[in-house]
């Protein structure tokens, strides 16, 4: 449908609002699920885009992804110990620079199957086991969540940005099914995770350290089920909104962003270092988008969201945990994505 110029200006409003209402105000960072799900309804509303079928979409769609949370965490919840006993004995049997390849690049591979949050959860709880100094346990997060991200995004239970994208991609020209986003970047995300377990195992063992014990903070109220399923059910409010926040903004997309070619969606994504990349896929994603399109789009929202401390579910996780400071984490990351992001663009451009 043709917007009015009134439904235009409304729909860009709400666009700037989405994105830098939460870098500007700590109590809708807070409440970020709440807010984006009135935002998602004042976009389909404005747009008059209201159905039962929209409806029974924004129903339907969180349910795998919350599902995965909720079985996920209780399952963490019971093993979680036995995944610390279980780094201490790789790091003695298998050495150190051997145990941090196989984290990045196990969490990576699997982040799409066990969920970025559950990956993320069992990073910070593994990566203070680990004989390192505070530079090293940084940059093994980092490295990680690079990780994550990309891998998580696969499918439609990892995080809500495959699952946003696929839900959208579900009808025609795509018909997007379960293996839709492996199997059109599956070798890139796979490079890619190769890659940043490639560095982390070339980060040094701090001698002074040799025998960590489980110095982790034992927040066990984090593993309770009562924060277990308040964790589900925020994902599964998150991605509901997101299903109107995308349905609402489509026709808006449809006549402006999606006929911005690949490489200028590419940069534009860098936003995705302080927002989070399935709010801008929400936005970006429309039926109609080609397949290089598409692929440019998500490598760019997949890297760029490693960057900084906003950009990601995992990062937030692991960040807030751990206790790294934003300085500490851009100062690993920020010149890291961007080296990748430019690789990405050379190697697709040459590809696509």
Same mark, same amino acid.
């Given at each position: ?32 699920? +709440? ?5 998602? +309804? ?47 004995? +790789? ?126 903070? #034992? ?56 927002? #989070? ?76």
């Amino acid at each position: 449908m043709e917007l009015s110029a009134v439904q235009m200006t409304l729909l860009s409003v709400l666009i700037a609002v989405v994105l830098f209402l939460p870098l500007t105000v700590h109590k809708v960072e807070e409440n970020l699920e +709440a807010f984006l799900f009135l935002c998602g +309804a004042f976009a389909v509303t404005v747009s008059k885009a209201w159905s039962g079928h929209l409806v029974l979409t924004a129903l339907e769609d969180p349910i795998k992804i919350t599902a995965a949370v909720l079985v996920a965490g209780l399952l963490f919840r019971k093993f979680n110990k036995n995944i610390q006993r279980l780094t201490q004995k +790789a790091v003695k049997a298998l050495g150190l620079r051997t145990t941090l390849f196989l984290i990045v690049f196990i969490l990576g591979v699997t982040s799409s199957l066990i969920t970025a949050i559950i990956a993320a959860l069992i990073l910070s709880e593994v990566a203070v086991m680990l004989p390192l100094e505070r530079k090293g346990r940084i940059k093994l997060v980092v490295f990680s969540c690079f990780s994550i991200g990309m891998g998580a995004v696969l499918t439609s239970i990892g995080e809500p940005l495959g699952t946003v994208v696929l839900s959208k991609l579900s009808g025609a020209p795509h018909y997007a099914d379960f293996f839709f986003l492996i199997n059109h970047l599956g070798w890139y995300v796979l490079g890619g995770i190769v890659f940043m377990a490639g560095l982390a195992s070339a980060i040094r063992e701090n001698p002074i350290q040799k025998a960590p014990g489980p110095q982790a903070a #034992d927040t066990q109220d984090e593993h309770s089920v009562k924060s277990i399923i308040i964790r589900a059910a925020k994902v599964y409010l998150f991605v509901m909104a997101l299903v109107f926040l995308g349905d609402g903004l489509k026709p808006l997309a449809m006549q402006t962003i999606s006929h911005l070619s690949a490489g200028w969606l590419y940069w534009i994504n860098t936003l995705s270092a302080v927002l #989070d990349n399935a709010t801008l896929a929400a936005i970006e994603v429309t039926p109609d988008i080609s397949t290089r399109t598409l692929t440019f789009l998500l490598m760019s929202l997949i890297v760029s969201g490693g960057m900084l401390i906003p950009g990601n579910i995992p990062n937030i996780i692991c960040a807030s945990k751990l206790g790294i400071k934003s300085k500490e984490w851009a100062k690993a990351a920020v010149g890291l994505g961007a080296a990748v992001m430019i690789a990405y663009f050379v190697i697709l451009s040459a590809v696509l």
